[in-house]
Nanobody
Framework: RVELVESGGGSVQAGGSLRISCAASNSYLKENAYCWGWFRQVPGKEREGVAAIDADGSTDYADSVKGRFMISQDNSKNTLSLEMDSLKPEDTAMYYC????????????????????WGQGTQVTVSS
């Protein structure tokens, strides 16, 4: 079992940058070749996949963030990060870290796919 804790959210003006991180409580995800990723949700709207990374390092991005966001993982520190550049007001949301043995890419495409582990979220607010 593992716990995920996000950090690094905050408020920024449009065009700015933020880096959010997700810390896993132990090396369980790495040892079991889990994928994990970032998802976001605005009140009243469905969850949206932002970026995901497999155990082998291959990545998947939502079209809306390609070229602006970069996902990375540090296996030695059991952390997942999302570097967000050129932020837009429409990026405002609660950002959640999620992990799963195999369903991250499917969860990127539809909120009907759930993941095995979720963090509590970190708020990102982009003002115009």
């Amino acid at each position: 079992r593992v716990e995920l804790v996000e950090s690094g959210g905050g408020s920024v003006q449009a065009g700015g940058s933020l880096r959010i991180s997700c810390a896993a409580s132990n090396s369980y995800l790495k040892e079991n070749a889990y994928c994990w990723g970032w998802f976001r949700q605005v009140p009243g709207k469905e969850r949206e996949g932002v970026a995901a990374i497999d155990a082998d390092g291959s990545t998947d991005y939502a079209d809306s963030v390609k070229g602006r966001f970069m996902i990375s993982q540090d296996n030695s520190k059991n952390t997942l990060s999302l570097e967000m550049d050129s932020l837009k007001p429409e990026d405002t949301a609660m950002y959640y870290c999620g992990a799963d043995p195999r369903h991250c890419r499917a969860a990127m495409k539809t909120p009907r796919v759930n993941l095995g582990y979720w963090g509590q979220g970190t708020q990102v607010t982009v003002s115009s």
